[in-house]
C-alpha cells in the first residue's frame, strides 16, 4: 500500500461548490503539507502542519481551509470553489531528517478541475 | 525575484552523456537543499539532499553545493531515456518549509 494516499484523484466541480481533499500517511511522519502545482510555475505551499495543534499557512492560503484530523489524516476544503483554483494539488508528509534536513515525501496527487 | 531560480529548459542531451541542471536561490539563510524528479503526471519524487558545501553522490546523481555563490547542481552520468522528467529543486530555510522552483525539462534522446 502507498505510504501517502489522496483522495479523490480527480474531480470535477462546478464555481460555488464546498469541496474536501484528503490526505492519508502510514509514514508515522508529524510533519504534513499541501501544495498545488500549475504549470510553469512549480509548486507553491497552501497550508502545513507540524503536529495535530499546529496549523500554518502558506504563500497561498487564500481561499483554503485544512484541519489535521488525526497525526495521519490532513484534509484541504475549498470553501466556494472557483475556476483559478484548477490545479494539481499534493499532500506531502516529512519527518526530521539527517542534519535535520526535512526531506518531503509526496502523494499521488489530486486533479483538480473547477467549471 | 524569485526565491529559487532553475534554468527552464528545456534541456536535451543524448544517451550516455552528462546532464546538469542548475538551480540558484536568494535566501542566504537557507539550510537544506534538494532534488526531486517528476514524471509527467505523476507525483515528485526525492532523488537526493545536501547541505554541506561540497559534493555528493549517489549512483548516476552528484548534487553539488555552493553556499557562498547560494548555486546548487545536479549532474546525472550516463543519462538514460529513463531520466526524462522534470527536475524541481527545492531549498529548505529557517522556517522548514520548501521553495520549489519552477523545474526543468530534461530529455534523453535515445
Known amino acids: 500500500d502507498a505510504d501517502v494516499t489522496q483522495t479523490p484523484r480527480n474531480r470535477i466541480t462546478k464555481t460555488g461548490k464546498r469541496i474536501m481533499l484528503e490526505c492519508s500517511q502510514t509514514?508515522?511522519?508529524?510533519?504534513m503539507y499541501w501544495y498545488r502545482q500549475d504549470p510553469g510555475l512549480g509548486l507553491r505551499l497552501i497550508y502545513y502542519?507540524?503536529?495535530?495543534?499546529?496549523?500554518n499557512k502558506g504563500e497561498i492560503s487564500d481561499g483554503y481551509s485544512v484541519s489535521r484530523q488525526a497525526q495521519a489524516k490532513f484534509s484541504l476544503s475549498l470553501e466556494s470553489a472557483i475556476p483559478n483554483q484548477t490545479a494539481l494539488y499534493f499532500c506531502?508528509?516529512?519527518?526530521?531528517?539527517?542534519?535535520?534536513?526535512?526531506?518531503?515525501?509526496f502523494g499521488p496527487g489530486t486533479r483538480l478541475t473547477v467549471t | 525575484q524569485k526565491e529559487v531560480e532553475q534554468n527552464s529548459g528545456p534541456l536535451s542531451v543524448p544517451e550516455g552523456a552528462i546532464a546538469s541542471l542548475n538551480c540558484t536561490y536568494s535566501?542566504?539563510?537557507?539550510?537544506?537543499f534538494f532534488w526531486y524528479r517528476q514524471y509527467s503526471g505523476k507525483s515528485p519524487e526525492l532523488i537526493m539532499f545536501?547541505?554541506?558545501?561540497g559534493d555528493k553522490e549517489d549512483g548516476r546523481f552528484t548534487a553539488q553545493l555552493n553556499k557562498a555563490s547560494q548555486y546548487v547542481s545536479l549532474l546525472i552520468r550516463d543519462s538514460q531515456p529513463s531520466d526524462s522528467a522534470t527536475y524541481l529543486c527545492?531549498?529548505?530555510?529557517?522556517?522548514?518549509?520548501?521553495?520549489f522552483g519552477s523545474g526543468t525539462q530534461l530529455t534523453v534522446l535515445p
Open positions: 502542519s507540524f503536529d495535530v495543534k499546529d496549523i
Open positions: 535566501d542566504r539563510g537557507s539550510q537544506s
Open positions: 509514514k508515522g511522519h508529524d510533519r
Open positions: 545536501i547541505y554541506s558545501n
Open positions: 506531502a508528509t516529512s519527518d526530521i531528517g539527517v542534519g535535520g534536513a526535512d526531506e518531503q515525501y
Open positions: 527545492a531549498v529548505s530555510g529557517s522556517a522548514r518549509q520548501l521553495t
